[in-house]
């Protein structure tokens, strides 16, 4: 912990001394944004042409995965776990039916219906609601008006050989001057993976379908309505990592944009967007013969809102400010029965029909002081407010629970970036707010695989508190980009399991109960160091490194903690061709933590290499890719794999992509 | 194109419908536990010019705890009599002629309110199809006592939350346990109440008169305490527990008074351990609190099963 304080005392230190010389350009940015466009995919370290949103999600250093096995990656921002971020579909929130967190909201997209995907780190995050880890935006694929070429298509196909996987993506667009309209479908199978062993991983198939629609009309020249449409659709998914399976889980998201322009004046533009999602998730457990009970473990989740922006532009100073409001209302029932599925033995309700309404404004303003100086500054106050249908379950650990609990959320943050000559600099601060989730707050006999306890929500849990500060600095000169990054959260009330002595267990693998509590406080601290070289005019080297350590009040270590971590990758490109090599691997787990059911595991590295070629058919240009992950066919897992489960050995895989 | 956005919302629209119903849990939980609130006329006894009307629950006696209220009404003018106080006697005569009585409460107690008389009876066992069970009622009018008696039937437990237990202790002494309350156990905390009862022999030549002459005759014991330690014991459940439960011990209602917590619907057993006043163990000993999943739980030798 020392260290850590060390670490981001001389980070301020130096970004305080360099920021009093002279800035010169106004190029950089704190935030991260990835593109998922073809044309930016090579400023990134993923190595396929056409990959799952968790691959892309990987590219980013903010982002860190969980994984349960080859499907379903909960993203973790600044190595916080989802319940302490917003997930956002263009600013819609969706949340995830399943209590085990085996559909985080990126399950239900494809990534051939997005464009970009929007990640803020922790107030910055504020826009769509209150948050501490930051904010992960989707943005769908939007075609825009009067484009000269008014049909266009692309399609892309590939094989996986490690675990079979075939997927087919095929996107249409039609631009009119006054009309548009787009639509995406893809279809992913994937059999069992191999670990570096060859031994198949059992349970890790997945199947996928992702469909989308896009209407727009313009209904003035300034102004537009929109309706927008996914379905997704998951059958028969495998979870290695867990004692069940998925055996179906579907998604519509749905929503409907009025957007207004201005010509003149202070404000430029108003955007609302009306929202409706529902998201259903069965899993099964009777593929597996270890499992004498089978339980039934339906999730429903729907969600239905509001968001409103309104973009205003005075002088130097471009303001957004933004009302969220949203009402959910999760339920997850657990049925359990012996063998003989004619009797069942209990009933209960791991989320007890526990409504959560948001309702809450956000102003988020930037001011471009001069031309090398910017300062960020913004705020967000929410109303949150839960209701628990069946408290009766919640009030069986906390006999005097409320039934109904209402919180107000509050966040500031400031931020200054000053740039001079080759070297730009970035300083933050922020405090932020959020109230428990659905499961810390109201879970019921919810089972971890990992820790092997149940958990159940505590309704009267405190809000977590955050106060963050952040530090950048860039150096920039032709061929050479180098930026370092940190930030530090110290977080009151900081959420985890505890052990419930008086609670007896009831999920079949499970030895104990852990009830959801506050410590008195945690700290996490993240760094990241990118560094991108171009050697020659075709030959690009490109390196990152991470870094994060996070311990509880009593210098106990979290969970979850990526470990030192690195990715350097060379790139080189001649006319149609495109090569790329990438080692990547983590340093050994050193700061495990045991108490949580961590286990260190041992540095790892694999190596990546992929080539392509594009070439055109009469007006269709093509893409073709054939690239080896794991190459060396290492076996390994890493810390973040649940159950330790190995990861994917070699993987040769194959893609065309076709766009018209 | 426009087709076929028109085809994929209507396909939406059609699968905003869920695959999987839920469960309608209130309608469920009334399923599996039927519950009578209502007092209806159970039993009919007629004596001199007076009609003694018994009223049970559902208008049915059952196996177990049964609360009754009892009326009387004079047929010579209709009216409700004056009547200071009524005994009442439940018994079961054997197939030898022995007679076997069961706890009840002997003085019924007068509610001025609504002009009746409230007891209870715990059969002891339902009446196999040749089988009935008496009732005697003694009522004083003006300084005249009258007596009346009648068969009814005892049918078995419908509502598995009312269970009985009867056992011989290791003093020797037959004791008799019926849970009163819940009728219809919540996921959560419930009021647990049960009536102890022991057995005494009466040397029936001793008595000649009402109380007919029966073998056995149950008394509530005082001051015992009755340990809680309720359990899912199917093997899927792995010997589950609950937090908060409390033991029950003796209110000035001569009922026993505790807490049970049901964490979830299904199968429980209540063990109980027996304490007599003296704090030495009746009947019952402890269970073990180990999970032990696909093992059925282990069930004191003293225990009441519960369904809901």
Redesign the interface.
């Known amino acids: 912990m020392k260290a850590l304080h060390i670490a981001l005392v001389i980070l301020i230190i130096t970004t305080g001394i360099k920021a009093q010389e002279p800035a010169q350009d106004d190029t950089t940015r704190v935030l991260e944004e990835i593109k998922i466009k073809a044309a930016k995919r090579n400023i990134h370290a993923d190595i396929k042409q056409s990959t799952s949103i968790d691959e892309y999600l990987a590219a980013s250093e903010q982002v860190s995965f969980i994984k349960r096995g080859a499907y379903a990656w909960e993203p973790l921002l600044n190595n916080m776990t989802i319940e302490r971020s917003s997930i956002t579909i263009d600013g819609m929130h969706i949340f995830g039916a399943c209590t085990d967190k085996m559909d985080p909201v990126s399950t239900y997209l494809e990534s051939n219906n997005l464009s970009s995907i929007d990640i803020r780190s922790g107030q910055e995050g504020n826009m769509h609601g209150a948050t501490i880890g930051g904010n992960i935006d989707f943005k769908r694929k939007v075609t825009p008006f009067g484009l000269l070429k008014k049909w266009s298509g692309i399609y892309q196909t590939g094989v996986e050989w490690n675990n079979k996987q075939v997927f087919n993506l095929l996107n249409l667009s039609y631009s009119g001057k006054r009309f548009v309209t787009d639509g995406s479908i893809a279809y992913r199978k994937a059999g069992n993976y191999y670990d570096g062993n060859q031994e198949e991983v059992q349970h890790s198939q997945y199947s996928k379908l992702n469909a989308s629609a896009g209407l727009a009309y313009k209904t003035s020249e300034l102004s537009s309505i929109r309706l927008d449409a996914i379905f997704d659709v998951a059958k028969d998914v495998g979870y290695p990592a867990l004692p069940m399976d998925l055996w179906l889980s579907r998604a519509i998201i749905t929503s409907a944009t009025y957007k207004q322009l201005f010509e003149k004046g202070s404000i430029r533009s108003w955007n609302t967007k009306l929202y409706f999602n529902a998201v259903e998730h069965y899993m099964d457990d009777t593929k597996r013969p270890e499992n004498l009970v089978h339980m039934d473990m339906p999730g429903w989740s729907t969600t239905y809102g509001m968001v409103s922006n309104l973009q205003l532009e005075h002088r130097k100073l471009v303001s957004n400010i933004q009302f969220n409001g949203y009402n959910n209302l999760s339920i997850a029932e657990m049925r359990m029965y012996p063998q003989d599925r004619s009797k069942r033995t209990m009933f209960a309700y791991s989320w007890p029909w526990v409504t959560t309404t948001y309702g809450g404004v956000s102003v988020n303003n930037v001011w471009m002081r001069s031309e090398n100086t910017m300062l960020r500054f913004g705020a967000s106050l929410g109303y949150h407010y839960n209701y628990s249908r069946y408290v009766e379950f919640n009030r069986i650990f906390y006999p005097h629970a409320s039934q109904k609990n209402k919180r107000i959320l509050t966040g500031l943050h400031v931020g200054y970036e000053k740039k001079f000559n080759a070297f730009d600099f970035s300083l933050g601060a922020g405090y932020g707010q959020r109230a428990p989730s659905v499961s810390e707050g109201y879970g019921y006999y919810i089972y971890n695989s990992f820790d092997r306890y149940d958990y159940v929500g505590n309704p009267n849990l405190k809000n977590e508190i955050s106060y963050e500060v952040n530090a950048g600095v860039g150096f920039q000169k032709e061929e050479l980009h180098l930026s370092i990054k940190a930030n530090y959260f110290h977080i009151r009330n900081y959420i985890v399991g505890k052990v419930l002595s008086i609670g007896s267990p009831m999920n079949y693998q499970s030895v104990g109960v852990k009830a959801y509590s506050s410590l008195k406080y945690a700290r996490i601290f993240n760094a990241t160091a990118h560094l991108r070289y171009d050697i020659w005019k075709h030959l690009h080297w490109e390196s990152s490194m991470t870094y994060a350590r996070a311990t509880d009040n009593t210098g106990t270590n979290l969970p979850f903690i990526r470990p030192l971590h690195y990715n350097t990758s060379l790139m080189w490109m001649r006319h149609h061709f495109h090569i790329k090599t990438m080692l990547q691997g983590d340093f050994a787990h050193v700061n495990y933590s045991p108490e949580y059911g961590e286990r260190s595991k041992p540095a790892y590295m694999i190596w990546n290499i992929a080539a392509d070629y594009a070439f055109a058919l009469h007006d269709i240009n093509a893409v073709i890719q054939l690239g080896v992950e794991n190459l060396l066919n290492k076996q390994y897992s890493t810390y973040a794999d649940w159950g330790n489960i190995p990861r994917m050995g070699r993987n040769l895989f194959m893609s065309l992509k076709l766009a018209l | 194109?426009?087709n076929?956005?028109l085809i994929?919302?209507v396909?939406?629209l059609l699968?905003?419908s869920?695959?999987?119903a839920?469960?309608d849990?209130e309608a469920?939980r009334n399923a599996e536990v039927p519950v009578y609130y209502d007092f209806k006329e159970a039993a009919l006894l007629h004596t001199d010019n007076y009609v003694v009307h018994i009223e049970a629950l559902n208008g049915k006696f059952y196996k177990g705890y049964n609360p009754i209220r009892v009326r009387i009404t004079d047929t010579s003018n209709d009216q409700t009599g004056q009547i200071s106080s009524i005994a009442f006697f439940p018994f079961k005569e054997n197939s030898d002629g022995s007679r076997i009585s069961c706890p009840h409460q002997y003085h019924l107690q007068y509610h001025s309110d609504s002009n009746y008389f409230s007891g209870y009876v715990v059969f002891v066992d339902e009446d196999r199809p040749n089988e009935s069970s008496q009732l005697y009622v003694s009522f004083t009018t003006d300084n005249k006592s009258h007596y009346a008696s009648g068969k009814v039937k005892v049918l078995e437990q419908p509502n598995k939350n009312l269970g009985m237990t009867a056992f011989v202790g290791n003093d020797d002494i037959k004791y008799l346990i019926a849970l009163v309350s819940p009728y219809k156990p919540?996921?959560?905390?419930n009021d647990l109440v049960a009536g102890i009862y022991q057995c005494k022999t009466i040397d029936s030549s001793s008595v000649d008169s009402f109380p007919f002459p029966v073998q056995y005759y149950y008394t509530e014991v005082t001051g015992y305490k009755l340990l809680l330690d309720p359990r899912?014991p199917?093997?899927?459940?792995?010997?589950?527990?609950?937090?908060?439960n409390e033991d029950l011990i003796q209110l000035d209602d001569g009922l026993y008074h505790g807490v049970v917590?049901y964490?979830?619907?299904?199968?429980w057993t209540l063990n109980f351990i027996l304490l007599n006043p003296s704090g030495n163990v009746v009947k019952g000993m402890e269970v073990s609190?180990d999970?032990t999943?696909?093992v059925e739980g282990a069930k004191s030798e003293l225990h009441i099963d519960i369904l809901f």
């Open positions: 194109m426009k076929g956005i994929s919302g396909v939406c699968l905003l869920c695959t999987k839920k469960t849990y469920e919540k996921v959560g905390e899912m199917e093997p899927s459940m792995g010997n589950h527990s609950s937090p908060n917590n964490t979830m619907t299904g199968n609190k999970f999943p696909g």
